[in-house]
């Protein structure tokens, strides 16, 4: 049974930084693309950053650049988000997904991905 399982959200104030992890099980970790998503009240879901475990290729979007890291450990099957400099704007339910049939670039923020984690909410007080 494919898994996923976030941990890591969390209260911090503006300025502040928060590592989410995605621990996963069920599927060969390098085969797969992982990445996270967020949903803030009241807005849509959107695409915040995958990774491709085989070759470390990342993907960004645009509203996070240089202020969060994604990462991988591979022996521990486990994906990291490393989020500084948060606003109030970060406050979200995050999520972690992953897909074997879409690599990591802006395209597997636009389908239907094989699974998804249950989210960790993050909140970032001004």
């Known amino acids: 049974e494919v898994q996923l399982v976030e941990s890591g959200g969390g209260l911090v104030q503006a300025g502040g930084s928060l590592r989410l992890s995605c621990a996963t099980s069920?599927?060969?970790?390098?085969?797969?693309?992982i990445g996270w998503f967020r949903q803030a009240p009241g807005k849509e879901r959107e695409g915040v950053s995958c990774i491709s475990p085989s070759d470390g290729f990342t993907y960004y979007t645009d509203s996070v650049k240089g202020r969060f890291t994604i990462s991988s450990d591979n022996a521990k099957n486990t994906v990291y988000l490393q989020m500084n400099s948060l606003t109030p704007d970060d406050t979200a339910v995050y999520y972690c997904a992953a897909d074997l049939s879409v690599y990591c670039s802006g395209s597997f923020f636009l389908v239907s991905l094989d699974a998804w984690g249950q989210g960790t909410l993050v909140t970032v007080s001004s």
């Open positions: 069920g599927f060969t970790f390098d085969d797969y693309s």
